[in-house]
């Protein structure tokens, strides 16, 4: 399964690295280039401190209702800053209908500004992708991970690639089915949760 960071582009803004405005192309390269999200047992290995996030696989995820939902695709939908409680992990659960492949990737990221490295390198976006079979929701592939990079940025400053996890139409996507995609945003260790951005691109990853 591949999984890549990017960038995409958000409605009124330039690009989704929004803690430095002038980033350019540049910006916008790295993120593309940047390295795949951490599997969950690569991160369940590393000293986290506070307390721990469920996994967001359970069962309950692929029963309950969708907080949102599109048919085709998503174009630049972002959620509430707080949806914790509910017996989905603290998660929102978004539903596209008859996917339309002519939009070759679709994502989930972090949405709100990192503006230090501390609060870009403690960000973190889980996500579980789900087909539907039949009248059930099936999960396709194990829970996600990514974290925020900090990095060199254009005239010697710094800025966050936000979390963010994407599935293709050359891996994971098919034409016509029907996918869930639960995903939480939070800081490493927490379960209080940040705003995320769902979208999908016509552009080739």
Not at 46 to 75: K, W
Not at 87 to 102: K, L, P
Not at 173 to 200: C, F, M, P, Q
Request: glycine share 8%.
């Amino acid at each position: 399964m591949k999984i890549v960071r990017t960038m995409g582009n958000v409605a009124g803004t330039g690009s989704r690295l929004l803690t430095v405005a002038a980033l350019g192309a540049l910006s916008l390269f790295n993120a593309a280039c940047g390295a795949a999200p951490e599997t969950s047992e690569q991160l369940d290995a590393e000293a986290n401190a506070g307390v721990a996030t469920e996994a967001i696989g359970q069962a309950a995820c692929a029963t309950l209702a969708p907080y949102s939902t599109a048919t085709g695709y998503i174009r630049n939908f972002i959620t509430a800053i707080d949806y914790t409680g509910g017996t989905c992990a603290n998660s929102w659960i978004f539903d596209i209908t008859s996917y339309n492949a002519n939009h070759h990737w679709t994502d989930v990221a972090w949405y709100d500004p990192l503006t230090t490295s501390a609060s870009c390198t403690s960000a973190q976006v889980d996500a579980q992708l789900y087909v539907k079979s039949g009248s059930s929701w099936v999960k396709q592939g194990g829970q996600l991970t990514a974290r925020g990079v900090w990095g060199p940025a254009p005239f010697n400053s710094f800025a966050c690639t936000n979390p963010d996890i994407t599935w293709t139409t050359a891996a994971n996507l098919v034409s016509g089915k029907s996918y869930r995609i639960v995903a939480t945003a939070h800081t490493v260790g927490h379960t209080t949760t940040h705003a995320l951005i769902y979208n999908s691109e016509t552009i080739v990853h």
